[in-house]
């Protein structure tokens, strides 16, 4: 057989082994009692014919078992179905093993040392902004298990070698590299698995239209930050919004927890009134300015002469929160958005009509930067 190299997962190159091939296809037999076990000679004379044919110096591990797998649902497809469940297990148990890339020794050398932070304000800016509290343990978390949860967390996105994993935990741990802020706050937490976007910390939207204001919102909410541009061509493309419409705040009174809505909803208690119940929810909040637009320039809404909106199910300020860590900022913030937005509306100079006016670039920057006030640190 020519000389193959089989590139591994791990990025290391080694000696093709066509026994590590056979060993797996005998496991897949003698897993479904496959009475033919003679017959893996001729399988993996096939798999190797069909390796030489690539005429690569380097295959990849990937490249070898689909030809395995292809090969073994020829001769018999519950063969084939086993050694690809096998297979995927096998991968399923890689992935959650380079969770753990980082050992116990490996670490050891650095939980003793002293925080490499070369100011007092450094130190605090690292505890206020990227230490995530560790309730069971009653405090936050130093800098060596901050590293340590961020590089696991990157290195489970990719195939990752432990070498590489553990130079990259030197160079963050001593500051000569670093991924993303907002990673180095969410990254490995629940947070990342809900919502990978708050990884990133730049995102950018053009505002010509009004789904891009509750798209800003979403990914605000979620962690990212958000850039946006206004030029004129671009509200220009904005619908005419209405100006006649009564935005009124229902009072408030928290609903108990285990009986708050979690999704927004929206009713009509009349023809000509519509009534926005938001949701205990990012998802909850965001719909209810998609909503609130919506009843302002969608002309299915044309009747509708007054907005109410229940913030009853908004969890009330300071109630503390799992996913996120820190605290609820309350119903106020909401309200205080759907106030400033529509009083934008009602003043703005660019008056098409009795009903009706055009947004120019400064009131949309002015909403744009309104909902970002909404965003208080803590999220939801």
Request: aromatic fraction near 12%; include cysteine; charge should be negative.
């Amino acid at each position: 057989m020519t000389e193959i190299k089989v590139l591994k997962r791990n990025g290391k190159t080694v000696d093709f082994n066509i026994t590590k091939i056979e060993n797996a296809i005998l496991y897949a037999m003698n897993d479904i009692n496959y009475e033919d076990k003679e017959s893996v000679s001729e399988i993996i004379e096939s798999v190797q014919e069909q390796i030489e044919d690539i005429e690569e110096e380097i295959i990849t591990v990937e490249e070898i078992q689909e030809i395995v797998v292809a090969e073994l649902y020829s001769v018999d497809r519950k063969l084939g179905k086993v050694y690809n469940d096998y297979r995927n297990k096998k991968n399923a148990n890689r992935t959650k093993q380079q969770e753990g890339l980082l050992s116990d020794e490996f670490i050891s050398k650095y939980k003793h040392l002293p925080d490499p932070f070369p100011t007092d304000m450094s130190s605090f800016v690292f505890y206020r902004t990227y230490s995530r509290f560790l309730p069971k343990e009653n405090r936050r978390e130093r800098w060596w298990e901050v590293v340590k949860r961020v590089v696991e967390y990157n290195c489970s996105l990719a195939p990752t070698s432990v070498e590489e994993a553990e130079k990259l935990y030197d160079n963050i741990y001593n500051l000569r590299q670093f991924p993303s802020g907002r990673s180095l706050w969410v990254g490995g937490t629940e947070v990342s698995k809900k919502y990978p976007q708050a990884n990133f910390n730049c995102s950018f939207s053009v505002l010509d239209e009004f789904d891009a204001f509750v798209e800003c919102y979403y990914l605000l909410l979620i962690g990212a930050g958000v850039g946006f541009r206004v030029l004129p061509d671009d509200v220009a493309k904005l619908p005419k919004i209405r100006k006649d419409i009564e935005v009124i705040d229902m009072y408030y009174k928290s609903v108990p927890k285990g009986q708050r809505k979690e999704f927004t909803e929206l009713v009509f208690p009349s023809k000509d009134i519509a009534k926005i119940i938001i949701g205990d929810s990012k998802e909850g909040w965001v719909k209810s300015l998609d909503m609130f637009l919506k009843l302002h320039y969608d002309s299915f809404y044309r009747d509708i002469k007054t907005i109410l909106i229940n913030y009853d199910n908004i969890r009330p300020a300071g109630e503390p929160l799992k996913t996120f860590g820190g605290t609820a900022s309350g119903h106020s913030s909401v309200q205080l958005m759907f106030n400033k937005i529509s009083k934008i509306i009602k003043n703005c100079a660019n008056i098409l009509d009795e009903t009706y006016v055009k947004l120019k670039p400064i009131d949309c920057t002015d909403i744009a930067n309104i909902i970002g006030e909404n965003v208080v640190s803590g999220g939801r």
